[in-house]
């Protein structure tokens, strides 16, 4: 499977940005999702995941009531709705998928992903 990020792009602080996950070579309506973010000289790290039930949502503490993940199962896409964007929010957001797990669970470790996109780049900056 393939997944491709796209909705990147600079914006000013308080701005809003909704970013989508595309994936292509399998259906993904039964995969757990997820979105990281790694910033210049940072570790990757967990934004938000769902279940494949879409069900299940968990988020960090640091864009919790901020940001929205939701997927449409039928486009096979994921979607990562930012809003209230910060300066700290600023780095490459990657999707990820998972191949198994139940209907109700979402995973926020790297490791229990399968499948990586590319980046996208967001940059909050006035």
């Known amino acids: 499977v393939q997944l491709v990020e796209s909705g990147g792009g600079l914006v000013q602080p308080g701005g809003s940005l909704r970013l989508s996950c595309a994936a292509s070579g399998r259906t993904i309506s039964r995969w757990a999702m997820g979105w990281f973010r790694q910033a210049p000289g940072k570790e990757r790290e967990f934004v938000a995941a769902?279940?494949?039930?879409?069900?299940?949502?968990y988020y960090s503490d640091s864009v919790k009531g901020r940001f929205a993940i939701s997927r449409d199962n039928d486009k096979n896409t994921v979607y990562l709705q930012m809003n209230s964007l910060k300066p700290e929010d600023t780095a490459v957001y990657y999707c990820?998928?998972?191949?198994?797990?139940?209907?109700?669970?979402?995973?926020?470790?790297?490791?229990?992903?399968?499948?990586w996109g590319q980046g996208t780049q967001v940059t909050v900056s006035s």
């Open positions: 990820a998928a998972r191949m198994f797990g139940n209907s109700g669970s979402y995973y926020y470790s790297s490791d229990d992903y399968d499948y």
């Open positions: 769902i279940s494949w039930s879409g069900g299940s949502t």
